[in-house]
Nanobody, 117 residues
Framework: QVLLEESGGGSVQSGGSLTLSCVDV????????MGWYRQTLDKERVLVSW???????MYDDSVKGRFTISRDNAKNVIYLQMNDLKPDDTAVYYCAACKQGTLPNYWGQGTQVTVSS
């Protein structure tokens, strides 16, 4: 069953913007941190941004100043606003929830983001 449903991926040119959305389909994660990872074919999945219940959002250095994560608890949705996109941002982006240790317990199916130069 789908617990996290992503949308908003697509293809843009360098410098463009996209907004990813992730719905907590069963409203299970309101007390959990949630965030976004990304993965390319030749690299492992890496954390892009995370928003927890009590702490400020965190961002990977590669996206600081360009990406903004936000959360709408009333709608059970998190967003990733991505501005000034670069070809290196090309990846499959995965929504995730509830870290225990270093990795989240729950993952979405992923949405492709492609940035052309």
């Amino acid at each position: 069953q789908v617990l996290l449903e992503e949308s908003g991926g697509g293809s843009v040119q360098s410098g463009g913007s996209l907004t990813l959305s992730c719905v907590d389909v069963q409203s299970r994660f309101s007390r959990c941190g949630m965030g976004w990872y990304r993965q390319t074919l030749d690299k492992e999945r890496v954390l892009v941004s995370w928003i927890s219940v009590f702490d400020p959002p965190m961002y990977d250095d590669s996206v600081k100043g360009r990406f903004t994560i936000s959360r709408d608890n009333a709608k059970n949705v998190i967003y990733l606003q991505m501005n000034d996109l670069k070809p290196d941002d090309t990846a499959v982006y995965y929504c995730a929830a509830c870290k225990q240790g270093t990795l989240p317990n729950y993952w979405g199916q992923g949405t492709q983001v492609t940035v052309s130069s």
